[in-house]
């Protein structure tokens, strides 16, 4: 198998038999023996993936071996960055450094054996892992969504064709007409993965049953809820199936045009999807006549530019019509009147990465996954006070305790669970003593929070929940675009209540204040922004009202997070006089002789935390 | 970093978009603009107004609803400090503070050697990084406090 194609070669694919020739051509001179290493070369290039790939092309080299270096997207497994699968041993290596190359090769590329000190250690048992399958993060999985990333090199289309790539494409386009492609998607229980969980095959029927010329086609990939980052995954480690999707929705509707809005703040997943849509218009796959069906369908790349009320699909298609990206009231539905006043459908990456699996599969494959009412899988974005940060994909219905545990391996540094966040700014906070609730749409809603695009932020007892709520209303004063009164005005009169009680000022009233606000702006705003803005401060009132009393009435903060709240002191029988942190103290507020007992001066200190993380014989406790 | 002669340049990439696609080139011109110049001088506007038959006011209001669009000259290092909701509860404001405090910003967000901009932007999506920074397009994970001065150093020597 060639090591390096260029775009040049690959020639147009004039009808679905040659698509399907090509992919077993690419089957057949597959070499089920030859050595391939894998790396992230997405997420792990901030831990330093390149140097690493470097390193192994530059041994590979020199000892002249038959072994391919394919860099892909995202593993999942962050929290192990950088992450590197052997095949076809399938071993695994995480936070592996350019100095272990050598010896990788020597064992595993040359031997096939495992280098014992890179294996992951289960935590439980202690004992090395060698095979990726066996290491609890990924056993507990099901990918759908995922499917290709960390498996392929996401700028190469031949990889993606090899593996099924396109080919629900052509099956769509030969064996279905529009209207049972969206039965096949009705039929599969498919939900909307940005946010509002709206059945994805009836928002098409529609866009199909809405009149006008052309019809549009939208892939919103302005992820820009904190904490979420499965779509940017999504598009840097396995474009095409995002583009597949939406190429099936565009046939499915009507469609001629399209739109991806992609954030800016993604420049690997711009670029990936640039050369994606590239080939797949070389190769006959996009653009005009596609597989010669007859069915036209061209892509255009349009860049978010750092709005997160932008994720609402009215206020994107002003941004994409070049104007300030604020909602409008609906209806009119987008998929009457959407981009440039013609009807529109926007779906999210995440869903329309379900859809070629779907198609190929079958719509009653997918919906035996997952809950009565939330089919197929759903990929979580695992992050904040827990061990195993990244990205996992898990059915519907999985509890959140598996989720945290299971599959996220816990809470680290021996500290105890309080909360999951799920949702961002729209969802809510769900304590402890609700770990086995199932995670489907219906199960989050009943308790405030929702599923969102699935960013999930594990809270620790070192975690303030108050601080939690100020912190999203901040955000969300931030980014209101301003337009309704209720958004703009009530959630900054949130905010100040909030800061007030983190600073101590808080009184008892003020949380019936925050409550009567809090539903009338969900009562009252005029996009889902603003609607759901309540939700993290309505569930943490809900499940942590102690926490807020503790603030108001003792003026305490029991997480010691509120910097108003908190003093740092240093412990005299702990302090060695070693110095460190009165060197790292910004304004002089540590004195002390060396190797004597130092003191903090509270009316100089600043509260930046600076000596509590400088201090390695935990001599300085926060009261 | 843009001056004056930077600024002419930006008729190549006004010629990238026909005058006919009026406000939906218009995101597109102002990226590019920002992308060759670091930040969206007046004179450039004005060129784009008279492209795309938009009335400066109506650029001025798009310009203004976009956290990514600067309508001054920003530092030669820009810190992009993630304030998502991981690096918050990891303690991202802290880093922020001292950021801050460092490089003695009182407010600016560019220094006044013009050698760092800060920006403070929401999640950055590189959670398992927890607090994350980016200066150009290079990520600092794990950030701590002590962390700062070391790193802000290495790029005023």
């Known amino acids: ?623 | 970093m843009s001056t004056q002669t930077g600024i002419a340049d930006v008729t190549h990439l006004l010629e990238q978009y026909a005058p006919e696609e009026g406000q939906g080139a218009l995101m597109g011109l102002l990226q590019d603009i920002q992308e060759e110049l670091g930040y969206l001088p007046v004179e450039a506007l004005e060129a784009v107004g008279k492209h795309l038959k938009i009335p400066l006011s109506h650029i001025y209001g798009v310009i203004s609803f976009y956290a990514q669009f600067s309508l001054t000259p920003r530092g030669k290092n820009v810190i992009k400090m993630c304030m998502g909701t991981a690096c918050h509860i990891r303690g991202g404001r802290m880093v922020l503070d001292e950021i801050r405090s460092y490089l003695d910003l009182n407010g600016r967000d560019t220094t006044e050697d013009k050698l760092f901009s800060l920006e403070v932007v929401r999640c950055l999506g590189t959670c398992f990084l927890a607090p994350v920074m980016m200066i150009g397009n290079k990520y600092y994970g794990k950030m701590t406090t002590a962390k700062v001065r070391k790193i802000l150093k290495s790029y005023q020597s």
């Open chain 1, 1 to 623: 198998m060639p090591k390096d194609r260029k775009i040049e070669e690959l020639k147009r694919i004039d009808n679905p038999e040659d698509l399907e020739a090509l992919r077993e051509k690419l089957r057949r001179e597959r070499d089920q023996d030859q050595v391939r290493i894998r790396i992230c070369m997405t997420g792990c290039r901030a831990h330093g993936a390149e140097e690493i790939l470097k390193a192994f092309q530059e041994e590979v080299a020199k000892r002249k071996l038959d072994t391919r270096i394919v860099s892909t997207g995202c593993h999942g497994f962050c929290a192990q960055a950088p992450v590197l699968v052997v095949d076809p041993y399938g071993i695994f290596y995480g936070g592996v450094s350019p100095e272990d190359v050598p010896e990788i090769i020597s064992q595993t590329v040359e031997k096939g054996q495992p280098v014992e000190r890179l294996l992951y250690t289960d935590p439980s048992s202690g004992k090395p892992i060698v095979q990726a399958g066996e290491v609890p993060f990924y056993k507990n999985q099901q990918k759908v969504v995922l499917r290709n990333c960390g498996q392929i090199d996401p700028t190469d289309m031949l990889q993606y064709i090899e593996r099924d790539g396109y080919a629900a494409l052509a099956k769509a386009l030969t064996r279905m007409d529009g209207q049972s492609v969206i039965e096949e998607v009705i039929g599969s229980g498919l939900r909307g993965r940005g946010g509002a969980g709206f059945p994805t095959g009836r928002k098409w029927s529609f866009t199909r049953a809405a009149s006008g010329e052309p019809k549009y086609m939208i892939c919103n990939a302005d992820e820009g809820d904190p904490g979420a980052f499965m779509d940017r995954a999504v598009l840097e480690g396995d474009p095409h199936t995002a583009i597949e999707g939406m190429i099936i929705a565009a046939y499915a509707i009507g469609a001629s045009e399209g739109y991806v809005y992609v954030r800016a703040e993604y420049p690997i997943a711009v670029e990936h999807l640039k050369k994606a849509i590239a080939d797949a218009e070389a190769a006959g796959l996009l653009g005009e006549n596609i597989l010669g069906s007859g069915f036209s369908f061209r892509v255009t790349i349009k860049k978010g530019s750092g709005a997160f009320v932008c994720g609402e699909e009215t206020a994107l298609i002003a941004s994409i019509e070049g104007k300030r990206g604020m909602p409008r009231p609906r209806p009119p539905f987008p998929a009457q009147s959407g981009v440039w006043g013609k009807p529109t459908s926007i779906n999210n990456v995440e869903t329309l990465a379900n859809v070629p699996p779907i198609i190929l599969n079958g719509g009653k494959w997918y919906s035996g996954i997952g809950t009565e009412k939330s089919k197929g899988t759903k990929v979580f974005a695992l992050a904040g006070k827990v061990n195993n940060t990244g990205l996992v994909e898990v059915p519907m219905g999985i509890t959140l305790k598996e989720v945290v545990f299971a599959v996220g391996g816990g809470i680290p540094d021996g500290r105890s669970f309080k909360a999951v966040q799920t949702g961002g700014p729209s969802g809510g906070c769900i304590p402890d003593s609700m770990l086995d609730l199932p995670v489907d749409y219906e199960s989050l809603a009943k308790v405030g929070a929702i599923m969102g695009s699935g960013g999930m932020i594990v809270a620790d007892d070192r975690t303030c929940m108050v601080d939690i709520a100020r912190f999203f209303m901040d955000f969300i004063q931030d980014e209101s675009c301003g337009k309704c009164v209720p958004c703009r005005i009530g959630t900054k009169r949130m905010l100040e209540i909030l800061v007030d009680i983190c600073e101590g000022r808080g009184t008892v009233e003020d949380l019936q204040t925050l409550e009567d606000l809090a539903y009338s702006i969900k009562d009252t705003a005029l996009c889902g922004l603003g609607q759901t803005a309540p939700n993290p401060v309505l569930t943490t009132l809900k499940y942590f009202k102690d926490e807020y009393l503790a603030h108001i009435e003792e003026g305490t903060c029991p997480a010691k997070v509120c910097k108003a709240l908190i003093q740092y002191r240093i412990i005299p029988e702990a302090c060695t006089g070693c110095g460190a942190c009165l060197k790292v103290c910004p304004t002089q507020a540590i004195t002390g002789e060396k190797k004597e007992v130092h003191f903090i001066h509270q009316e100089k200190c600043i509260k930046c935390g600076m000596c509590y993380s400088t201090c390695r014989f935990e001599a300085i406790e926060v009261n």
